[in-house]
């Protein structure tokens, strides 16, 4: 394998990384459907939860126990801010040529949900 080859594999295995850590960045922050919870809401379902507990069969027990720690979770997670302008900065850097090598299209990004002003900074336009 050449030096070129090699360094062609690391740009693409760069890039490609790049472009894989802010679409997950996007899918991990996009808003949930319906009615946000609360901490309350939570709150109120992990007591719900426990009571459920007490006259569950087992299949149950097993199900509401791992709501609890689903909720447990969420409510842990609550008010961070996921902070990606790192990772928009990283794939603005590498998208037009990922784009061009992949052939992947202007209304492809939109459609995963890349934002159009994102998409502008990156050099792609919509005749890409």
């Known amino acids: 394998m050449t ?5 062609a594999l690391a740009t693409g295995r760069n890039e490609g990384n790049a472009v894989r850590n802010y679409l997950e960045a996007l899918r991990s922050n996009k808003p949930k459907r319906g009615r946000r919870r609360t901490r309350e809401s939570i709150a109120a379902r992990l007591s719900a ?3 459920e507990l007490d006259t569950a ?3 149950s027990e097993l199900r509401l126990r791992q709501e609890r720690r689903d909720l447990q ?5 609550m008010g961070t ?3 990606i302008s790192a990772l928009e900065e990283g794939f603005i850097t590498v998208a037009k040529s990922y784009s061009a090598r992949q052939g992947i299209s202007y209304a492809t990004w939109r459609e995963i949900g890349v934002d159009a002003a994102v998409l502008k900074r990156a050099g792609i336009s919509r005749s890409d």
Not at 3 to 7: F, G, N, P, Q, T
Not at 73 to 77: D, K, Q, R, Y
């Open 73 to 77: 979770a969420e409510m842990e997670s």
């Open 57 to 59: 069969d087992p299949m």
């Open 49 to 51: 939860i426990d009571a």
């Open 3 to 7: 030096d070129e080859h090699k360094a």
């Open 81 to 83: 801010k996921v902070d």
